[in-house]
T-cell receptor
Framework: DQQVKQNSPSLSVQEGRISILNCDYTNSMFDYFLWYKKYPAEGPTFLIS?????DKNEDGRFTVFLNKSAKHLSLHIVPSQPGDSAVYFCAASGNQFYFGTGTSLTVIP | KAGVTQTPRYLIKTRGQQVTLSCSPI?????VSWYQQTPGQGLQFLFE???????NKGNFPGRFSGRQFSNSRSEMNVSTLELGDSALYLC????????????FGNGTRLTVT
């Protein structure tokens, strides 16, 4: 049973525009949420996180939004750059970390 | 600070064999977790060790086992390999406390033929 879902397997965006990656979760007890970026042949790299007591966290070009009532998490990348092309995983923390299946982002120059 | 180190990077094994993967966490990290990544399945949690004790376990058969040593290094063992065990195996370390992210190694790519 997938407790964290990323329903879009892929996303293409023009360079300079906004990339929005979405994630839904089922367990209201999750209290810490994260985004990871993964290049081929490398392990996932931690990008940004948010605690359930917040609804927004920003770090440079990356902003994570949390909507607890909708059990929805999103990652905004502004402006998108070709180097952002990678697979993005969202994750939620309960008694363990639960990961989504990933969204492959392609930023077109 | 050195990152999480996994060895070997690549492995090819035959069905029925067993395999041991190794992970050295970031210095000072006491928690080590293992994940299996297959296409379309995301990262599936195998188990977590903290101070040499298994703290949590995912839904994998008993053929998958692990351990953690006093220096926090961890090993994962898979016995009686099956074709479906072909995957990228990722190790992650963390501080082991709430609201701290996991930091991943580059993984071991296991191919079972």
């Amino acid at each position: 049973d997938q407790q964290v879902k990323q329903n879009s397997p892929s996303l293409s965006v023009q360079e300079g525009r906004i990339s929005i990656l979405n994630c839904d979760y089922t367990n209201s007890m999750f209290d810490y949420f994260l985004w990871y970026k993964k290049y081929p042949a490398e392990g996932p790299t931690f990008l940004i996180s948010i605690s359930s007591i917040k609804d927004k966290n920003e770090d440079g070009r990356f902003t994570v939004f949390l909507n607890k009532s909708a059990k929805h998490l999103s990652l905004h990348i502004v402006p998108s750059q070709p180097g952002d092309s990678a697979v993005y995983f969202c994750a939620a923390s309960g008694n363990q970390f639960y990961f989504g299946t990933g969204t492959s982002l392609t930023v077109i120059p | 600070k050195a990152g999480v180190t996994q060895t070997p990077r690549y492995l090819i094994k035959t069905r029925g064999q067993q395999v041991t993967l190794s992970c050295s966490p970031i210095s000072g990290h006491r928690s080590v977790s293992w994940y299996q990544q297959t296409p379309g399945q995301g990262l599936q949690f195998l188990f977590e060790y903290f101070s040499e004790t298994q703290r949590n376990k995912g839904n994998f058969p008993g053929r998958f086992s692990g351990r953690q040593f006093s220096n926090s290094r961890s090993e994962m063992n898979v016995s009686t390999l099956e074709l479906g065990d072909s995957a990228l195996y990722l190790c992650a370390s963390g501080g082991g406390y709430d609201n701290s992210p996991l930091h991943f190694g580059n993984g071991t790519r296991l191919t079972v033929t």
